[in-house]
């Protein structure tokens, strides 16, 4: 049973934004503060990535834990009430992410994915660093 009105649910549901969300800016913020010059939500890319280095071809996904499912997070949960339409639409969005990172892959772009949980982490610089410098580097 949901705690919330059908109502609530709604008005709550409605204010989760797909972009600019607290920690895509800090992802951009530690960037740009490393002096790294970037694109945002580029849509002419497949799942257009929330930052985009055309002259390095790479592309960084910020994604929310629950809304992408990450694995072994604890935020990556399946809520209790109406759980068959949640396990699909979450399933969904894990295949399409998967289906644009080989997209953009067979297109030349490397990707990186940077997990909500993530964002407050001490390695996380050192990977942002790894993956932009590495001619080679992917990292999903």
Not at 26 to 53: M, N, T
Not at 96 to 116: K, M, P, Y
Request: net charge positive; hydrophobic share 35%; proline share 6%.
């Amino acid at each position: 049973m949901d705690r919330l009105s059908p109502d609530d649910r709604s008005r709550l549901m409605g204010r989760i934004r797909g972009k600019d969300t607290k920690p895509e800016v800090a992802v951009r913020r530690l960037l740009f503060s490393l002096g790294y010059r970037y694109r945002l939500h580029r849509k002419g890319l497949p799942g257009r990535p929330d930052i985009v280095f055309p002259g390095r071809r790479k592309v960084i996904f910020v994604h929310g834990c629950f809304w992408h499912q990450h694995e072994g997070c604890p935020r990556a949960f399946t809520p209790k009430s109406r759980a068959e339409y949640w396990k699909a639409k979450l399933d969904s969005n894990r295949e399409r992410d998967r289906v644009t990172i080989s997209r953009l892959d067979a297109q030349g772009w490397r990707s990186l994915v940077v997990w909500e949980c993530e964002v407050a982490g001490e390695g996380l610089q050192q990977r942002l660093v790894r993956f932009l410098e590495d001619p080679e580097a992917q990292t999903n």
